[in-house]
């Protein structure tokens, strides 16, 4: 596409939908366990996110490939001006259109997993975070990125929905939980020794270059897919007797909001 792009001899914009995870472990970024969560030691990362100048960490399969073709297409603007962004997107959910079938994985896959009474499996105890960003605020910064192309060619921008929307997979099934009224099994699975504990979005850069930013708050958004997935008659909600939702208990155990 980048070479097409550079040989139809007029400007042709490449906005690319890259991802965080070219960042890596993040091994080095200290955090401290909360009973729901981590959380950064640094205030700064904590009040706002992480920002473009972390160090590339590209040493598993998939960061490999997502980092590769994030440094093809900024070298196509830096070696032969053709006018590229790369927006790394973190944790991008929201309605399902196609309904059940095609909610697998991400906050969809669990949503329905919960509505199913079935167990949720969570690698690491869920407590790992990242930032939400609405499926309507990530095509929102796709057009904003290719409104401004010509002005931010060549460059990456964290894309997420920053420090407001920052969440772990407990904290969201406690949300799930509160909507539905349901109570979900946590399985706690191992740690993935790629995934960072935390990541958090810190959108400055994009916002300074093509005025975007994130405007759904994940607790809206939250429930406007789990509506997607129940209301719609994709799934139904799980039965009575699967339990209902102590205050502040999901599987047995207090979580703090």
């Known amino acids: 596409m980048l070479e097409a792009a550079r040989l139809e001899g007029r400007r042709i914009p490449v906005i690319f939908a890259g991802t965080t995870r070219v960042y890596g472990a993040l091994s080095d970024l200290p955090v401290r366990e909360l009973e729901d969560r981590y959380v950064p030691v640094d205030d700064k990362v904590a009040r706002l996110g992480l920002a473009e100048d972390c160090e590339f960490d590209c040493s598993t399969p998939f960061g490999c490939s997502k980092g590769i073709a994030d440094q093809y297409v900024r070298d196509y603007a830096a070696s032969y001006g053709v ?40 690698p690491g105890g869920g407590k790992k975070v990242r930032d939400l960003l609405h499926v309507d605020d990530a095509a929102a910064a796709c057009r904003a990125a290719l409104g401004a192309v010509e002005m931010i060619a060549g460059r990456a921008f964290n894309v997420g929905g920053g420090p407001a929307n920052a969440a772990s997979r407990l904290m969201v099934l406690e949300e799930i ?29 994009i916002l300074w270059g093509a005025g975007w930013r994130p405007k759904v708050g994940w607790r809206d958004g939250l429930q406007e897919t789990v509506r ?25 155990r207090k979580i703090s909001a």
């Open 83 to 122: 006018p590229t962004a790369v927006l790394r997107f973190g944790t991008v959910y929201g309605p399902v259109p196609d309904g059940a079938d095609s909610a697998s994985s991400g906050i969809s896959g669990l949503i329905a997993r919960a509505v199913r009474g079935e167990a949720i499996r969570l």
């Open 177 to 205: 939980a509160a909507i539905t009224g349901l109570r979900s099994e946590v399985v706690t699975e191992p740690a993935h020794p790629a995934d960072p504990p935390y990541f958090v979005s810190d959108s400055r850069r």
């Open 228 to 252: 997607s997935l129940t209301v719609g008659g994709a799934l139904p909600l799980a039965a009575p007797a699967a339990g209902l939702l102590s205050a502040g208990q999901i599987g047995g």
